[in-house]
């Protein structure tokens, strides 16, 4: 069953719709740190989001998470809805302003994503959902916003996310060290991560 969600509720814009045929419309909005709390948690808790690295978190904690992500120009999260019902996560972020920048060299036009889609059971978990969710994204992160390339750094035995990356036209990367980082309002462990490449050339030839 699909989260209930109002669209109607926090009062917002979507800042990208794509419609596929035979799929439906999805459309990326930005996240509401505390309207979206409820859905986010949900998904963040389960054991196959271990990887996102907010198990045991409490609603209100992974509500100030966002919060503060909202207070940032170099990263924004966005729920995603596909026909009314929240389906995913979509974070995107400058690479040069994150720590991924000490492991790659950055291009002009590299954009970082991480992406967290609704759990197994979904309504929508049926064949080709999660290439044409992907697929949204990078029409969103690639022509909307006119990159020229997707960086994405996974967990390196986050195998389910690698083969999805790379089955949607990814090219893997190096293995990196992404090194911890603990500031005020701000942890990250050390992650050993794949980074993948997707180019706007191979998402949409032509």
Not at 178 to 204: M, T, W
Request: charged share 25%.
């Amino acid at each position: 069953m699909a989260d209930p969600y109002d669209p109607s509720a926090p009062a917002r814009e979507a800042v990208h719709e794509h419609v596929t045929h035979g799929f439906g419309t999805v459309r990326i909005l930005p996240l509401d740190a505390r309207a979206d709390a409820g859905v986010v948690h949900r998904w963040v808790s389960e054991e196959r989001a271990a990887f996102w690295g907010m198990n045991g978190l409490t609603e209100d904690q992974v509500a100030e998470i966002y919060a503060h992500m909202d207070t940032l120009d170099t990263h924004h999260a966005h729920l995603v809805v596909k026909d009314g019902d929240p389906v995913g996560l979509l974070q995107t972020y400058e690479p040069e302003a994150d720590r991924v920048s000490e492991c790659y060299e950055v291009r002009p036009g590299d954009i970082g994503v991480h992406v967290l889609l609704a759990p197994a059971g979904h309504a929508g978990s049926r064949p080709g959902w999660s290439a044409a969710l992907l697929s949204a994204f990078a029409s969103y992160v690639l022509l909307g916003l006119d990159r020229r390339r997707i960086v994405v750094d996974p967990d390196v035995r986050n195998e389910k996310a690698i083969a999805r990356f790379l089955r949607q036209g990814f090219e893997a990367g190096p293995v990196v060290v992404l090194p911890e980082i603990d500031i005020p309002d701000v942890y990250l462990p050390e992650k050993h991560a794949q980074l993948a490449f997707l180019r706007r050339e191979v998402a949409f030839p032509g």
